[in-house]
């Protein structure tokens, strides 16, 4: 069974960074991409970043390019999300999610290619 466990969240203000980690509990895996997604009440999941392990290919939300940063620590399976700036409309629970098979960047803002997902952390941006 795989985990992923989520940490970082929590509650700033407006302007302020934090950044989120995920760490998944699985034999290492010689291709992966590890995703972000967030899902603010009342709306639907949205992709935020993604990040494969091979080569770093990454892949941003273009709303969010420029504040977010997607990264990794093969070594530790541990894929990292730095935001700055944040904004009150970052409020939202973030999903982590892994997908264990190959896939290209144009596909990795899709949910249907990950197998699993972690089970959120909340992030709330105060004005």
């Known amino acids: 069974q795989v985990q992923l466990v989520e940490s970082g969240g929590g509650l700033v203000q407006a302007g302020d960074s934090l950044r989120l980690s995920c760490t998944f509990s699985?034999?290492?895996?010689?291709?992966?991409?590890q995703g972000w997604f967030r899902q603010a009440p009342g709306k639907e999941r949205e992709f935020v970043a993604a990040?494969?392990?091979?080569?770093?290919?990454?892949a941003y939300a273009d709303s969010l390019k420029g504040r977010f940063t997607i990264s990794r620590d093969n070594a530790k399976n541990t894929v990292y999300l730095q935001m700055d700036s944040l904004k009150p409309e970052d409020t939202a629970v973030y999903f982590c999610?892994?997908?264990?098979?190959?896939?290209?960047?144009?596909?990795?803002?899709?949910?249907?290619?990950?197998?699993?997902w972690g089970q959120g952390t909340q992030v709330t941006v105060s004005s």
């Open positions: 699985i034999r290492t895996l010689s291709t992966y991409t």
């Open positions: 990040i494969r392990r091979s080569d770093g290919s990454t």
């Open positions: 999610a892994l997908n264990t098979r190959w896939s290209v960047p144009s596909h990795f803002s899709m949910p249907s290619i990950y197998d699993y």
